[in-house]
């Protein structure tokens, strides 16, 4: 009775820790890039800001930002923490002593769909913010 408790037991702990690690969505270092498009200008060309993520290791990421007529923030080295549904992108205020960004951390989410696809999330976008979008890696 005894072993079969302790097998039972040693199971369910291996089986918790598979499927824990399992869920944790882990970026691989590379470059991901997000494009929004905006409002509709005068000439009829839209506004938009492009996201360029370079994950350098597992713990660093600079974010460079480019944009047709829309305002931007937040540009510069990132810091990383991976959470259990999702990767963390939080703006380094002490490597950023030339830029600003007002957007509280994480600033941006990433995370692994089940097809494999990355996914993005942010405030930092204007136009649409709600729900997850797909990004583009460049690799």
Request: glycine residues 6%.
């Amino acid at each position: 009775m005894k072993s079969s408790l302790r097998f039972f037991l040693l199971m369910f702990i291996l089986a918790s820790n598979v499927v824990f690690s399992a869920s944790i969505s882990v970026i691989s270092t590379g470059s991901y890039s997000y494009t929004q498009q905006g409002d509709e200008l005068i000439g009829g060309q839209k506004a938009s800001i492009t996201w360029n993520i370079i994950i350098k290791d597992s713990s660093n990421a600079v974010v460079t930002i480019s944009s047709w007529h829309a305002p931007f923030t937040c540009e510069g080295s990132y810091t990383i923490s991976n959470e259990k549904d999702y990767t963390a992108l939080s703006w380094s205020g002490k490597n950023n002593e030339d830029s600003e960004c007002d957007i509280p951390s994480p600033q941006i989410l990433l995370k692994k769909s089940s097809s494999g696809r990355i996914l993005i999330h942010s405030e930092l976008f204007p136009w649409n913010n709600k729900g997850w979008q797909t990004v583009r890696e460049i690799r």
